[in-house]
């Protein structure tokens, strides 16, 4: 118990520094109010590929690949978020069907999602856990995976 | 002697069953008991452990996370922005996310380490809270927690910390159980081997002992008994003896002949009961000094007597000058025995016998270029009334080795069929 009680002191401590530092470094790291995967707003939808795109849309991170998507039954767009360009294996195609899951949010008048989980061409693709957590950051067993040729 | 033989093979098994039945019983399994014992405790230990440093950790961050609600409040009465506030903190390792939230719980700001990675769900939260959740990159403190900025505006502050540091401790907690518990259990089984060796040596040695004693007890009975027998007979022989020496003095010259052959043949059946009976008996040895050389040569003296010799030849050969002390009569006798056997087992060709001294002892080896001993016979060779000759007794080799074990000595044999047998014989002093 003694070495607990000990880990506690030197924690913090830690914290301490670490704010301290951290209050005069000044870099900023934050990201637009609605663009984050929330959970609440999961929904599914199913369309044809309109057009592929590629967008910057986390700051410091590589460009996405962004597919738009029209829903079959109601027709309306939506901009679907897949994952870094890098981290994707699959090409897609215009007039392609693409089923996704994902965390719906707008912004600016149009609907976006951000993707979870896609079906294509009969094969289901994760791309963040349930709560979101997005796969080309999931820990070493998926690093090691994609060193072997398969990212998913 | 086949059927002596499977059922000394099958004690033998049976023995080692019951052996290994009692080193399970009495050794790894009380051992296995204690190690379980261990391990549970163990467990439950450093699952009580590892429950209150999550509790102290939880603490310490709620306590983290209030330092920052007072810093955020701060900022936000200097009217710094939501993404300058939170630029403050992207050098901290341990926040992998933090979020503000107005007082209607609608988000304001929001930065993580992971791209768009804020595991919050806003339909089910209290107005305080604290959790943990697993994620590919370790457990994740979730806290979210009311403020007041000091204009007096309500905010909401949501912050994951990483417990990385905490998983590292509970990883190293657990290597170091489980590298103790193998160190526990390799030296466990190590020391309980041994002990079990230990236990069986020493009741194999009291077996040993024990066994001794019956056969010494078994060959008292017999001896006593035999020796009676002996005695019975001896005395009408010796009866049977005299009158033959008599008659052969009274009986007409075509007689004579007849009645030797008679009186040879009780003489025949006399030594033959002496042999029993000195086989039989505990040796009593009256030592005496005396050249090893003289005493083969002796030795070889009577065979040629006895014994038609024709095409073998008998050597003796000595390293130095060997006396020896011990019981020559008896000395003789097991020589006797050993070269007769040689003999009979030779056609032709040379018995070797070689001496020489080594570290106070004695050792004699002799060769012959006999027929040799089935691999099958050679355990039995020594045993009492074991013989492979028509007509052997099975007495001399026992006898051999009888006397030579009285000397405090050892005998031994290789043998192979059809390339002759070497006896090698070791013997105290010299």
Known sequence: MEYVFWKEEVRKSFFIILFILAVFQGTVFSQKPDHFYNVDTEKKIRGTIQKIVMESRYKDASPFLIVVLEEKKTEEVYNVEISPV?????????????????????????????????????????LRDKKGFPAWRGGEMKQKKRRKGKRF | MERRRDETEKEKKRQAVLK??????????????????????????????????????????????????????????????????????????????????????????????????????????????????????GKIFNFFSPFSSEEGKSYFLYIGYSLGNLEEMILYSRRSFFLIFGLISIIGIVFFFGLYQLQRHYLDKKKEAEDEKKEKERYRDISAFTSGIAHEIKNPLNSLSLLFELLQKRVPEELQKDVSLGKEEIQKVSRIIDQFSASLKPFRLNKEMFSLAEMVSDVRESLFKEFSTDGIEISYSESSSIMLNADKGLMQQAFLNLLKNSLEASEKGRIGIRAWQKKGKVLVRIDDPGRGIPEEDMELIFEPFFSTKKKGMGVGLYLTKKIIEAHEGEIAVKSQTGQGTTFFIQIPGG
């Open chain 1, 86 to 126: 890098r981290f994707f294996a699959h090409d897609f195609h215009k007039g392609e069907e693409l089923e996704v899951t994902g965390s719906l949010y707008f912004k600016e008048g149009e609907k976006n999602i951000i993707a979870r989980q896609i079906r294509f061409r009969g094969e289901i693709i994760m």
């Open chain 2, 20 to 137: 290994g039945r009692n080193f399970l019983l009495f050794f790894y399994l009380p051992f296995l008991g204690i190690l379980i014992i261990f391990f549970v405790f163990s467990s439950l230990n450093r699952a009580t452990i590892k429950k209150r440093t999550e509790d102290l950790v939880k603490e310490q961050l709620q306590a983290a996370a209030g330092i920052l609600k007072v810093n955020i409040s701060h900022f936000l009465k200097e009217n710094y922005s939501v993404d300058e506030i939170f630029g403050s903190y992207s050098g901290e390792e341990d926040i992998y996310y933090i979020a503000l939230l107005d007082e209607n719980k609608r988000i304001l700001g929001w930065s993580s380490r992971f791209e768009g990675y804020l595991p919050l769900s806003l339909q089910a939260i209290g107005d305080e809270e604290s959790w943990i959740i697993d994620s590919p990159v």
